[in-house]
């Protein structure tokens, strides 16, 4: 089963920035896909990379300030965020799926990491 494993959240002020790594067991077969979830909301899907790294996908809220990318070398899976908003506010999670469309385009995905906490102060 594969397994994912998110690191680099924490507090922010507004306008700085902050880059979030995702750990996979293995990776090269998955899209995977950055995903966010405030307190009583559903996930919000971010963006999402290819298992070749050809397609990548940005939601509108964050294309322009977030880069997705990916090492499957080192098995780990990239989101730099830039010009952080306190509506940037969530736990951030990283997740696969076979189907880069139906992660991002529909949010089903197949394994999803435990989460990182971003806060972004004003």
């Known amino acids: 089963q594969l397994q994912l494993q998110e690191s680099g959240g924490g507090t922010v002020q507004s306008g700085g920035s902050l880059t979030l790594s995702c750990a996979a067991s293995e990776l090269d077969v998955y899209a995977i896909g950055w995903f966010r979830q405030a307190p009583g909301k559903g996930p919000d899907g971010l963006s999402c990379?290819?298992?070749?790294?050809?397609?990548?996908y940005y939601a509108d809220s964050v294309r322009g300030r977030f880069t997705i990318s990916r090492d499957n070398a080192q098995k780990t899976v990239y989101l730099q965020m830039n010009n952080l908003k306190p509506e940037d506010t969530a736990d951030y999670f990283c997740?696969?799926?076979?189907?880069?469309?139906?992660?991002?385009?529909?949010?089903?995905?197949?394994?999803r990491g435990q989460g990182t906490q971003v806060t972004v102060s004003s």
């Open positions: 997740a696969a799926g076979l189907l880069l469309n139906r992660l991002c385009g529909d949010n089903m995905y197949d394994y």
């Open positions: 990379i290819s298992a070749d790294t050809t397609r990548t």
